[in-house]
C-alpha cells in the first residue's frame, strides 16, 4: 500500500485539471464561494430545526454535517435505534454516532444536508445559484418534512410559521 502511494500518480488529466485548479481560476473560486453560501445556509437551517426539537447541537463552522445530541429522549437505547426509528418511521436517513466511534448509548447522529440540494442536476445548479435556496420548494419541502419528523419523534409540535429568512446567510 505505502509503495502504490510513493509509485502512482494521478493520470495526466487530473493532473492538468489539479493544475489549473491552482491557478485559482475565477469561475472556480466564485463555485466556491457560491458552495459555502448553499452548504451555510442549509445546514444552519437544519441545526435550527434539531435545537427547536430539544436537541443539543452546536452550529457547524464549516462542512455540510449537524452533530445533534438527543440524549433527552428516554425511548432509544442507542444512536443505531434513534437512527433505525427516524428512517422506518419517518424516512428521515441519518448515521448513529457509533458508526463514528461514540458511545452507541450518546443519542448522537450526523446529519448530512447534501440530499436536500436537488435530485437532479438542474435543481442543485438553481440551489447553488439561488439567493435564498431555503426558499426553493423542494429544499423548502425537505425541511418541512424534517420539522415534521422531529415532532413526531421528540413529541413536540412541529413551528407552524417557520420565517426562512431568519436562516439565510
Known amino acids: 500500500a505505502i509503495a502504490s502511494e510513493i509509485w502512482s500518480s494521478p493520470t495526466a488529466p487530473v493532473q492538468h485539471a489539479a493544475a489549473y485548479a491552482f491557478t485559482e481560476p475565477v469561475e472556480l473560486v466564485a463555485r466556491i464561494a457560491d458552495s459555502r453560501r448553499l452548504h451555510a445556509t442549509v445546514v444552519r437551517a ?11 447541537v452546536a452550529m457547524p463552522q464549516g462542512g455540510f454535517y449537524v452533530y445533534p445530541d438527543l440524549s433527552f429522549l428516554d425511548e432509544f437505547r442507542t444512536s443505531d435505534e434513534f437512527a433505525a426509528a427516524l428512517l422506518d418511521r419517518y424516512g428521515v436517513g441519518v448515521l448513529p454516532g457509533s458508526a463514528f466511534g461514540d458511545d452507541p448509548r450518546a443519542l448522537r447522529v450526523r446529519v448530512a444536508t447534501s440530499m436536500m440540494y436537488g ?29 415534521r419528523a422531529l415532532a413526531g419523534i421528540t413529541g413536540s409540535a412541529a413551528p407552524a410559521d417557520r420565517s426562512l429568512a431568519s436562516f439565510s446567510v
Do not use: M
Open 119 to 147: 435530485e437532479s442536476t438542474q435543481q442543485r445548479l438553481a440551489a447553488l445559484s439561488a439567493q435564498d435556496p431555503l426558499t426553493l420548494p423542494w429544499i423548502a419541502e425537505a425541511l418541512e418534512h424534517l420539522d
Open 46 to 56: 437544519v441545526a435550527e430545526r434539531f435545537r427547536d426539537a430539544g436537541a443539543a
